[in-house]
């Protein structure tokens, strides 16, 4: 059976503004899947419509056979789909490894399993030095890095990253790089990521789907996107990419 994630027809309005118009996505098992626009496009927003995080004018959203459309985000997180936000949500007051063990506690995990989770997480993400630091104290790298350890606390089938690698150094930016590419073999997950770092999108993803002004303009394999002159026009000829570089 086909058990991707899929968000069909969807629309979303904001008091007048058509933020996604009909858009049409699938995430198949173990890809990584790039969705990439122009800023304003709608690729959050998408986001927010499969995690129930913004209310759907028309669409539905499926995960294999079942129908998550109109959950909220706690029963689309139980679903096994994770997210991180494009602005860092993190328990500031929390100490790294807090934060990691809160994650894995909110998805049904002993204390004890919660422990271990987390040690074994902020290992597979370099972060153990910082285990004991509060989170507010942290690099906007490592802050990033310890949203998405928080994410992978789940054990979530699909992973959907929302500018992961925003505001990261290009050797940060490096290592999150070889962490991500080896989630879909290391964990059985498929990920989602949206990023403006086109040099990052282009050696993780093998599909990529397009976004302009809340309509999908391309999708396919990341060399027929690449060259497709409607994609060139609307995003990458523009320089829009360079500006987030
Ligand atoms: N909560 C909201 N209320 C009103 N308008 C919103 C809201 N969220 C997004 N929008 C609008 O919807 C459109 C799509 O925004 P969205 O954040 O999805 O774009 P994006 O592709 O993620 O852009 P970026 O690359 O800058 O992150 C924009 O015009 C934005 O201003
Ligand atoms: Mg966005």
Known sequence: MDDSLRAIDVSVV???????????????????LGLIGPNGSGKTTLVNAITGQVPMAAGRILCGAEDLTGFSPRKVSLRG?????????????????????????????????????????????????????????????????????????????????????????EAETGE???????????????????????????RLCGRLHVLASGRTIAEGDKDSVRSNPVVIEAYLGTGAEAAHA
């Open 176 to 202: 999150l790089l070889s962490i991500l590419e080896e989630l879909p073999r290391a964990r059985g997950l498929s990920l989602l990521i949206i990023d403006h770092d086109m040099g990052l999108i282009m």
């Open 14 to 32: 904001f008091s007048g503004l058509r933020a996604l118009d009909g858009v049409s996505l699938s995430v198949a098992p173990g890809e990584i």
């Open 81 to 169: 789909i994770a997210r991180s936000f494009q602005v860092v949500r993190l328990f500031n007051n929390l100490t790294v490894a807090e934060n990691v063990e809160a994650a894995a506690l909110a998805h049904g995990n002993g204390r004890r399993g919660s422990r271990d989770k987390a040690r074994m997480l902020l290992a597979e993400f370099g972060l153990e030095a910082r285990a004991e630091d509060l989170a507010i104290g942290l690099s906007y790298g490592d802050k990033r890095r310890v949203e998405i350890a928080r994410a992978l606390a789940a054990d979530p089938k699909y992973l959907l990253l929302d500018e992961p690698a925003a505001g990261m150094n």
